[in-house]
């Protein structure tokens, strides 16, 4: 099985785990050994999931404003937890390929093999509703065709999307690439670096 098998696989479970019971203060109940790679990419895709659900509920019209603040900070949580999760895999994956020597001619890609993943993870989730609005009953025909048709283009997406993250990592197995992994460094979470909670909190 490759690395994105075993990804879509684990990402898949989380999705359907999370909508056993569809509620954002769900405890995830992770399934796989603590520390391992099965664990951290269940765990990510949970926390994705549950973020998924947070953002549907911030945009309701009528949601009131303080309840709509209460959202707000716990998504910036989530983007911070989904941030370091990301690291983490990449982490994971640079210790796994330490030993291999780099070609000469090696080169870096754009991105880090984990935020490829993440976006892996992301599709786990439109693939999960889009097929619920493909599969609605109480919708019109024209409805069904057209989400239809979007989740496709979902499933193509995930396949150039798996095959090109095995690609890269058969790539820094083989010396041809290297990787290495950056901290986001976020500025705004942190009351050192963000200058408008440094100001309230004077």
Known sequence: ????????????RAVRDYHITDCIDTLCPNPYEAGSTEATLYAKC??????WHMEDEIRVPSLPAEQGMVLKHRID???QL??????EIDTQLREKYKDVTPLPEATINTESPAWAIDRLSILALKLWHMREQAERTDVSEE????????L????????DLSGAIDALLADIEAGRKYMKVYRQMKLY????????ISRAAK
């Open 152 to 159: 496709a283009v979902l499933q193509e997406q995930r396949r």
């Open 46 to 51: 949970w926390v994705d999931a549950a973020q």
């Open 77 to 79: 949580a989530s983007n």
């Open 189 to 196: 979470n942190d009351p050192a670096t963000n200058p408008a």
């Open 143 to 150: 409805h069904r065709a057209t989400t239809a048709g979007k």
């Open 1 to 12: 099985m490759t690395y994105s098998e075993k990804a879509n696989e684990i990402f898949d």
């Open 82 to 87: 989904r941030t370091d999760m990301v690291e």
